[in-house]
């Protein structure tokens, strides 16, 4: 099958022919890369979106407490995203001269997700705040960064699918024996990705938060949250091409690093949802008063 595709791959997509690549401005003296811009963008468009969210009755935090937390988030998601990458996929980076290259590319979204989940228990135990309303709160935010990033991931080339005769198919830029060349037509699982774990999760989030009683529900809109990139990796990992490094686990155990790193965020989604209800809070608006 892999030589039969090959053979009719003219038929595909080329990449080179989208017009797009990392860099999304070049000055000479200085470059900016969409991968960088897409954190950068999902950042702000986070924070803009949780003043937003917290404007409603019920609020767990004032309009002062996101402010700091914006803190907390940037660092647990730079950090945890680069440490986790490191730790779970490629542990080479681990070196002067390349960990702080973020803007080629290796931040883990498992690992993103773990440095914001400790970020925010930090954050909640200055403030004495509730942790799972809050994580209920950025978890309607989540969907700007997992659409964005995973663009970000299409336009850089990187993390394609596998090998497939689907007429979408996109042939990506591939290294054979040190020369670049255009490589048999792969699912481009991260548009896949970016419309199920970004584009999805937002169309359900949305209603639920602000249709729906759902945000007095300690857990439940993050566990909603958890369930829906769970179940979206998870799927979606079987047309994903593994890392190189991690073949000898898809060929010793069936699954991927991705699908064992989000097999425990699947079950926390169907615990809290399942036992949101018996959280159910009647809760006051918060009034914006002053922190330390």
Not at 108 to 119: K, P
Not at 219 to 228: D, E, N, P, T, V
Not at 256 to 265: A, D, E, K, V, Y
Request: glycine residues 10%.
């Amino acid at each position: 099958m892999y030589f039969e595709i090959l053979a009719v791959s003219a038929n595909y997509i080329n990449f080179t022919d989208l017009g797009v690549g990392p860099v999304a401005l070049d000055l000479g003296f200085f470059q900016l890369r969409w991968y960088s811009l897409s954190y950068l963008v999902m950042i702000l468009l986070g924070y803009w979106y949780l003043r937003k969210l917290i404007t409603m009755p019920g609020a767990p935090m004032s309009p002062l407490h996101t402010d700091d937390l914006i803190i907390y988030m940037t660092l647990g998601i730079i950090l945890g995203g680069r440490f986790g990458y490191i730790l779970f996929y490629d542990q080479s980076l681990l070196t002067i001269d390349r960990f702080y290259r973020l803007w080629e590319g290796g931040m883990s979204l498992h690992g993103g997700a773990l440095g914001v989940f400790f970020a925010l228990w930090l954050f909640v135990r200055k403030h004495g705040l509730s942790y799972l309303r809050v994580c209920d709160y950025i978890a309607c935010c989540v969907p700007f960064g997992t659409f964005l990033v995973r663009l970000a991931n299409f336009v850089n080339g990187e993390l394609w699918g596998k090998v497939t005769d689907v007429p979408w198919a996109i042939r990506f830029p591939e290294i054979v024996n040190g020369a670049a060349i255009l490589g048999p037509p792969r699912h481009p699982s991260q548009l896949y990705e970016a419309v199920f774990e970004g584009l999805l999760m937002a169309a359900i989030l949305w209603p639920l938060f602000w249709k729906s009683d759902a945000r007095y529900k300690p857990g439940f809109l993050f566990g909603c949250a958890a369930l829906i990139y769970g179940i979206a990796r998870f799927s979606i990992e079987y047309l994903r091409q593994p890392d190189a490094q991690l073949q000898w686990l898809v060929d010793a155990t069936s699954f991927s690093m991705g699908q064992f790193l989000t097999m425990p965020i699947i079950l926390l989604g169907l615990f809290l949802v399942a036992t949101a209800k018996g959280r159910r809070q009647r809760v006051e608006p918060v009034t914006g008063e002053s922190i330390a």
